[in-house]
């Protein structure tokens, strides 16, 4: 396998009972395999990305100090902006090559949640900023609920299994620049190897490649979409959760070759988190004897905490 595996989100909505089972089995084959697909017929249209990519470059031209602005003490980074370098690989000292921002879950008014979720954090500068990025993470969020129902039914559990955690749940959409390399990086990469924290991430096509996937046998291979899909990959919550079955699967964005150190890097990565009570523990019919419980129990919360010390945004 030199290319991630692509599916089509049309069969799974369609009203035939075998296009919709061919979905399920395609792309639960491909997580237990390589952890990653493209998806196409999602629920995001190119005026939006096209809107939502001008308003993100419209803000990471803004002055240092105008941004710097949007960086709140005390949220661990979950809200707002998050300047350059402060973020690392886990196990990694060296800070990743890039600075980024966070919308955050604005809950419904019967969301019942077990916790206070951080306000988002209004630009001042760019009027249609914040309604872009939420109209975004809707579609996002709706096309995320979609890929889970699948995983669901692909598990042997309800369809409808995660949707009461992962509606109004603490997910994250993360514009990102990795501006222009100006000096030889001592070590570090735009992004360093890494597997996501969450149950699973929908990143729409970046502005130049250098995403790359680990396959099982150890080489790395480019994870290129066509322009109309999104690359969707399970996090460390999903893994966990299924006990190893779905595959959380390192990946990184490596530094362009130095002649294109000059041009900037955009990517928009949607991180699907469940409500922080999610109960995390291995799944009874992901453990047998062949597949010996893998993880501790553990929340969706606590999980996050844990990790956000890990990769240095949070203390």
């Not at 089972?21 to 939006?48: C, K, M, P, T």
């Not at 690359?231 to 006990?243: F, S």
């Not at 130095?258 to 955009?266: H, L």
Request: charged fraction near 25%; include cysteine.
């Amino acid at each position: 396998m030199n290319k991630i595996p692509s599916v089509d989100l049309a069969d799974f909505l369609s009203d035939d009972p075998n296009r919709k089972q061919n979905f399920v089995n395609e792309i639960g084959s491909a997580y237990e395999d390589i952890g990653f697909v493209s998806l196409r017929n999602h629920f995001l249209d190119d005026a939006l990305v096209s809107n939502l990519y001008k308003e993100v470059k419209a803000f990471f031209a803004l002055d240092l100090a105008k941004k710097k602005k949007y960086e709140i003490e005390g949220l661990g980074g979950q809200r707002g902006y998050v300047s350059f370098g402060k973020e690392h690989a886990k196990g990694k000292k060296e800070g990743d090559l890039k600075e980024f921002w966070h919308f955050g879950q604005e809950p419904s008014a019967d969301a019942n949640l077990s916790e206070t979720y951080p306000e988002n954090v209004h630009v001042e500068e760019l009027p249609d900023f914040n309604e872009t990025g939420m109209k975004a993470y809707r579609m996002l969020e709706k096309t995320g609920i979609y890929v889970l129902r699948a995983l669901a039914l692909y598990i042997g559990v309800d369809e409808f299994y995660f949707d009461h955690w992962a509606s109004n749940g603490n997910s994250i959409l993360r514009p990102i620049h990795y501006p222009p390399i100006t000096q030889e990086p001592k070590g570090a990469v735009r992004a360093g190897a890494h597997g996501d924290i969450n149950l699973i991430t929908l990143l729409m096509g970046a502005s130049s490649g250098g995403l790359q996937v680990l396959r099982k046998d150890g080489q790395w291979i480019d994870a290129i979409p066509e322009e109309d899909e999104l690359v969707i990959n399970v996090g460390d919550m999903l893994e966990r959760h299924t006990n190893n079955k779905l595959r959380s699967t390192i990946h990184r964005v490596t530094n362009p070759p130095k002649e294109q150190w000059d041009s900037p890097r955009f990517s928009i990565p949607f991180f699907m988190h469940p409500r922080g009570d999610m109960d995390l523990s291995c799944m009874d019919l992901c453990v047998d004897e062949q597949h010996p419980k893998s993880f501790e129990d553990i929340t969706a919360g606590d999980f996050l905490t844990q990790r956000l010390i890990e990769i240095g945004l949070k203390k």
